[in-house]
């Protein structure tokens, strides 16, 4: 029996395995959207094609993760990989090649999280300036 793919289950996990909050998401989507509309969104199976498209620019991870990511499929290939040490057998690889380098995803991830930052700070400052005039009119 083939085990479908969740794509909301899955929008959570690399949302959160990169400790961005929803709301935080909800921002980089867009106005229309909001924290509560993230959380309806990660218990849907299937999400359109437009959407998941810009939930991987957001996140800046591959459409594909979302589309293909199953954790049955991934757990099997973990535990298939590495054998039980005690039969004196050394832990293979099988050949799997990450695509990009963990640092660079890291400090990349690391600078937009401060983009994110410094652009709610301005806007706060904005809102500040505003509220200031507003009293003093």
Not at 66 to 72: G, M, P
Not at 96 to 101: D, E, G, W
Not at 109 to 119: C, M, V
Request: charged share 35%; proline share 1%; glycine share 2%.
């Amino acid at each position: 029996m083939e085990q479908k793919i969740h794509q909301g289950r899955n929008v959570k996990r690399f949302r959160e395995m990169l400790g961005i909050k929803q709301e935080a998401l909800a921002f980089d989507l867009g106005e229309e959207w909001n924290q509560k509309k993230i959380s309806l969104l990660e218990q849907k199976d299937v999400i359109e094609d437009d959407l998941l498209k810009a939930i991987s620019k957001a996140l800046k991870i591959p459409l594909e993760a979302f589309q293909n990511f199953n954790e049955e499929q991934a757990i099997n290939i973990i535990s298939n990989t590495f054998h039980d040490f005690k039969d004196n057998s050394v832990a293979s690889a099988m050949n799997y090649h990450c695509t990009f380098n963990p640092i660079d995803k890291v400090v990349e991830l690391y600078d937009e999280k401060i983009a994110l930052y410094e652009r709610m700070l301005k806007e706060k400052d904005e809102m500040m300036e505003r509220l200031e005039k507003l009293i003093s009119k």
